[in-house]
């Protein structure tokens, strides 16, 4: 499938989908759809979608995707298990499967694996935080890429260079208590469908694994919060900024008010303007490579 897609006023570039196959598990082949464009620039990227863990697919936020491939780069949108079929840490180990695929076919897909990078939104943005920072732990190496006999960090490392966290759900006890308060039923449902338990809804916090020292790499980091978002609380996003700063993290937090959450699934002019920001992070972050 090839699609026009545009960014910005003047720029245009052909964009062409495909889906391959990234990991095996015993459930079945995973997915991942690769928007490649025509006059690729060698940087790639990984999208995690959100759905809080336990709803949509590597569709959903193609517009995200088609505007980064749109710029010259590889971005590969992962399928992964999710909620409640699924439990954490499961998905977070497919995403490394997801980095690690990539990096292994970088000569065949055209990127340098040196400014692979993740980004995500909502519980997807919660995914690649976790993901980015304990890349190669053995919980996140459980999940066989495909052409391989052996699992995860065996293969090659699933670090990243940046990661962008699109109004992440950074702390899910805290959300979780936040969707219990205002009545949203549907979110406590899912945290519950995903994590089964407050303790593992406290294992996966991303505060808490900073402020407790278990992060093993800290790559720069942009977070965005809309400042109309009723599932993601600002002050649990503040909190996450303070965390990453309290370890010397490189931050960059934009605020953007008056628009609501997961905004940029759709096409709009804000999201033009999300993902030329996105661009101009992620190219201070290769920039010399």
């Not at 979780?176 to 549907?186: C, F, K, L, V």
Request: charged share 20%; with cysteine.
């Amino acid at each position: 499938m090839v699609l026009r897609s545009c960014i910005g006023k003047n720029e245009m570039s052909e964009v062409e989908q495909a889906d391959v196959v990234y990991a095996c598990t015993d459930s079945g082949d995973l997915l991942m759809r690769l928007f490649r464009p025509s006059t690729a620039n060698g940087r790639g990227i990984i999208m995690v979608h959100g759905g809080a863990w336990t709803a949509n697919d590597r569709t959903t936020p193609w517009v995200m995707c088609e505007a980064l491939a749109a710029a010259g780069m590889l971005v590969a949108s992962l399928d992964f298990r999710c909620g409640p079929d699924f439990q954490h840490p499961t998905a977070s180990a497919d995403i490394a499967a997801g980095v690690r695929y990539v990096r292994m076919h970088a000569d065949e897909l055209q990127v340098d694996p040196n400014t692979l990078g993740l980004i995500g939104s909502s519980s997807g943005g919660h995914l690649v935080l976790l993901t980015a920072l304990k890349p190669d732990v053995p919980e996140h190496a459980t999940t066989r890429v495909v052409g391989t006999e052996i699992e995860g960090a065996g293969v090659c490392s699933a670090e990243v260079r940046y990661v962008v966290a699109l109004w992440p759900v950074s702390d899910p006890p805290v959300r979780y208590r936040y969707a219990q308060e205002i009545g949203r039923s549907e979110l406590v449902a899912a945290h519950d469908g995903y994590f089964g338990s407050l303790d593992q809804m406290q294992h996966a916090s991303i505060q808490r694994i900073l402020r407790c020292d278990e992060a093993t790499h800290l790559p720069p980091a942009m977070i965005v919060q809309p400042g109309e978002d009723a599932n993601v609380p600002e002050a649990m996003t503040l909190d996450l900024v303070t965390a990453y700063q309290e370890r010397n993290g490189l931050l960059e937090y934009r605020y953007l008010p008056g628009l609501p959450h997961a905004f940029a699934y759709q096409p709009s002019k804000a999201t033009d303007t999300l993902a030329v920001d996105v661009l101009s992070f992620i190219q201070q972050q290769v920039s010399g490579l």
